[in-house]
């Protein structure tokens, strides 16, 4: 069982920046992929980036393209989001997630594992 709980959420001026974090607990951290999404009032779950195992391979969605950077260090068990240029598209809810698989995946029902999330308000 994977536990993950996520920090760094707060309120931030449009073009600021935010640096998520996510730590894990339980499995083995170095084996599985890890993702964030997010999820603004009224709207759907939404994908946002994720890295492989290992970290050498990553993806994200175009809305944050270019802005966003995630990055894991596994000797801390713990995943970042790197948020810069942020605007108020980005308000929302962010979480963590975790599949039983190395490789990532962009939809949330690949994920077995959730944070509680944290909440990002960007004020314009």
């Known amino acids: 069982q994977v536990q993950l709980v996520e920090s760094g959420g707060g309120l931030v001026q449009a073009g600021g920046s935010l640096r998520l974090s996510c730590a894990a607990s339980g499995g083995t951290f170095s084996t599985y992929a890890l993702a964030w999404f997010r999820q603004a009032p009224g709207k759907e779950r939404e994908f946002v980036a994720a890295?492989?195992?290992?970290?050498?391979?990553?993806h994200y969605a175009d809305s944050v393209k270019g802005r966003f950077t995630i990055s894991r260090d596994n000797a801390k068990n713990t995943v970042y989001l790197q948020m810069n240029s942020l605007n108020a598209e980005d308000t929302a809810v962010y979480y963590c997630?975790?599949?039983?698989?190395?490789?990532?995946?962009?939809?949330?029902?690949?994920?077995?594992?959730w944070g509680q999330g944290t909440q990002v308000t960007v004020s314009s």
């Open positions: 997630a975790a599949p039983r698989d190395r490789e990532y995946a962009d939809y949330a029902g690949f994920y077995d594992y």
């Open positions: 890295s492989s195992w290992s970290g050498r391979s990553t």
